[in-house]
């Protein structure tokens, strides 16, 4: 079993920057690779990024790219994702998510475990 609790969710000013953070439990997180995904009321729950076990391949949505980074502590059972020029239309309740593979991709089906999410939201 692996427990995520999401956290540094607010309200940010459009063009800010915020940094989300996904504190694990569980022997086996260090082998799951983990992602995040995004959903605004009314709208489907969407990719954002994921993250191989070992930190070493990163998939991004091209909404995303080039103002999101995922990062990992596997010592720290910790997850990051830093959001930079962030616009109106990234607000919404961010939830963590790990697959119980090495590598994993955009598909919800992918995770195992979800964590309750945290909402950012953006100002204009």
């Known amino acids: 079993q692996v427990q995520l609790v999401e956290s540094g969710g607010g309200l940010v000013q459009a063009g800010g920057s915020v940094r989300l953070s996904c504190a694990a439990s569980?022997?086996?997180?260090?082998?799951?690779?983990m992602g995040w995904f995004r959903q605004a009321p009314g709208k489907e729950r969407e990719f954002v990024l994921a993250?191989?076990?070992?930190?070493?391949?990163?998939y991004y949505a091209d909404s995303v790219k080039g103002r999101f980074t995922i990062s990992r502590d596997n010592a720290k059972n910790t997850v990051y994702l830093h959001m930079n020029s962030l616009k109106p239309e990234d607000a919404a309740v961010y939830y963590c998510?790990?697959?119980?593979?090495?590598?994993?991709?955009?598909?919800?089906?992918?995770?195992?475990?979800w964590g309750r999410g945290t909402q950012v939201t953006v100002s204009s």
């Open positions: 998510a790990a697959a119980p593979r090495p590598y994993s991709g955009p598909y919800a089906y992918e995770y195992d475990y």
């Open positions: 569980g022997r086996t997180f260090s082998s799951c690779a």
């Open positions: 993250i191989s076990w070992d930190g070493d391949s990163t």
